[in-house]
């Protein structure tokens, strides 16, 4: 088991910030009770991966929430604030950057697929990556992320938080997967240690 006193989370908005977009969307639902004393929050601006890593190796995150677009050829696309492209790199290369500037990451998140090869880029330093099976879906991400953190700083484990939320999504919203590396069991893992995990029925509401 793996465990913090808050969870660290680092939100990387790759592209404009408006307000109602899944960043802001996110920061604003974790600022709220029960969850601002679960999280420390911080979010980074970046157009290129470059920021990312630096904002990364600064405050040493538990969690990186990439906020963007994922391309279907497996790109991540950094966007200016007119929405023209500034950056984009690979998720893997941006995973091996990320490997570089930090001893390790427990969670990355995106809002695209994400594949095994892609977490095994970051030479074990992730344990776990969440994603979609196929392509981006905002809406579904929108509801899904805000409960699956939730869930976690309740002190559940990464594998009971993810079932849970994922479950309680309509049947043909259930796109999200779980991937982790193979010594990983995803049931024992917390990010955070509460004494008696609780679950709240009420996450996705």
Request: charged share 25%.
């Amino acid at each position: 088991m793996e465990t913090t006193a808050k969870i660290k989370l680092l939100l990387v908005a790759a592209e404009p910030m408006t307000g109602l977009d899944e960043g802001s969307l996110l920061l604003k639902r974790l600022n709220n009770e029960p969850c601002n004393n679960s999280y420390v929050l911080q979010s980074v601006r970046a157009l290129n991966p470059a920021e990312v890593a630096a904002a990364a190796a600064d405050m040493r995150p538990d969690v990186i929430h990439f906020c963007g677009e994922c391309t279907a050829s497996g790109n991540f696309v950094f966007k200016n604030d007119d929405g023209s492209t500034s950056d984009w790199c690979s998720k893997s290369n941006l995973l091996k950057k990320l490997s570089r500037a930090l001893d390790g990451v427990k969670l990355v998140y995106f809002n695209g697929a994400v594949k095994d090869s892609e977490l095994a880029a970051a030479g074990g330093k992730i344990a776990f990556l969440v994603g979609m099976q196929q392509r981006g879906e905002t809406e579904i991400s929108k509801k899904f992320a805000g409960g699956f953190y939730m869930a976690l700083g309740f002190g559940n484990s990464v594998g009971f938080s993810f079932g849970k939320v994922w479950q309680a999504l309509p049947e043909g919203e259930r796109k999200l997967v779980l991937r982790f590396r193979n010594d990983i069991d995803p049931d024992k893992y917390c990010l955070r240690d509460v004494g008696v995990p609780r679950w709240s029925p009420s996450t996705l509401n």
